[in-house]
T-cell receptor, first 115, second 114 residues
Framework: EAGVAQSPRYKIIEKRQSVAFWCNPI?????LYWYQQILGQGPKLLIQ????????DSQLPKDRFSAERLKGVDSTLKIQPAKLEDSAVYLC?????????????FGPGTRLTVL | AQSVTQLGSHVSVSEGALVLLRCNYS??????LFWYVQYPNQGLQLLLK??????LVKGINGFEAEFKKSETSFHLTKPSAHMSDAAEYFC????????????FGTGTRLTVIP
């Protein structure tokens, strides 16, 4: 079974530029999550999708971050414009359903460096 | 509100020694509890989880954890450390009802000394 795929793996941009990350979840997984992991911290949830609907985006900085999952499969996360403090690893995860007992499977992440 | 505290951002053990990584949670209702491991440049992998039932939970790679409600703890242990256990370990909690968001601790980096 293929795991969660993310691209790119690494990205370096200058502040005020835009960037987009892509995630393809495990086939059949209805729930998709985007996490931000700042160096030295644990992952923090940015947004959760159930199929193509948003379940929770309370921690998403909506003035600069946006995410979509139009067909209920893969998803993109965009930052526009980027700030220095956005430097982090962005992790995508997926699970079969939206309950806590369903294991979340994580992708390898995209490491973003904002200069 | 939920929170997770992992005591010790870095833990070093000798190969073959006991591994003990500490996790305490703060929640009005006992949550679901998880331990994840993260190897360099990789995503997180679930080691084990506690949802209900037996409070001693066994996971992959010889790890286990015990839920102690009275101590609000979920410490991770392994009797004998192996070099391949060197990684970052995250404790996480999720509430039992409503949204199933994971709240992670700050992580503990385990170093295994040969």
């Amino acid at each position: 079974e293929a795991g969660v795929a993310q691209s790119p793996r690494y990205k370096i941009i200058e502040k005020r530029q835009s960037v987009a990350f892509w995630c393809n979840p495990i086939s059949g997984h209805a729930t998709l999550y985007w996490y931000q992991q700042i160096l030295g911290q644990g992952p923090k949830l940015l947004i959760q999708f159930q199929n193509n609907g948003v379940v929770d985006d309370s921690q998403l900085p909506k003035d600069r971050f946006s995410a979509e999952r139009l067909k209920g499969v893969d998803s993109t996360l965009k930052i526009q414009p980027a700030k220095l403090e956005d430097s982090a690893v962005y992790l995508c995860a997926s699970s079969l359903g939206g309950t806590s007992v369903n294991e979340q499977f994580f992708g390898p992440g995209t490491r973003l460096t904002v200069l | 509100a939920q929170s997770v505290t992992q005591l010790g951002s870095h833990v070093s053990v000798s190969e073959g020694a006991l591994v003990l990584l500490r996790c305490n949670y703060s929640s009005s209702v006992p949550p679901y509890l998880f331990w994840y491991v993260q190897y360099p440049n990789q995503g997180l992998q679930l080691l084990l989880k506690y949802t209900t039932g037996a409070t001693l939970v066994k996971g992959i790679n010889g790890f286990e954890a015990e839920f102690k409600k009275s101590e609000t703890s979920f410490h991770l242990t392994k009797p004998s450390a192996h070099m391949s256990d060197a990684a970052e370990y995250f404790c996480a909690v999720s509430q039992r009802t409503g949204a199933n968001n994971l709240f992670f601790g700050t992580g503990t980096r385990l170093t295994v000394i040969p």
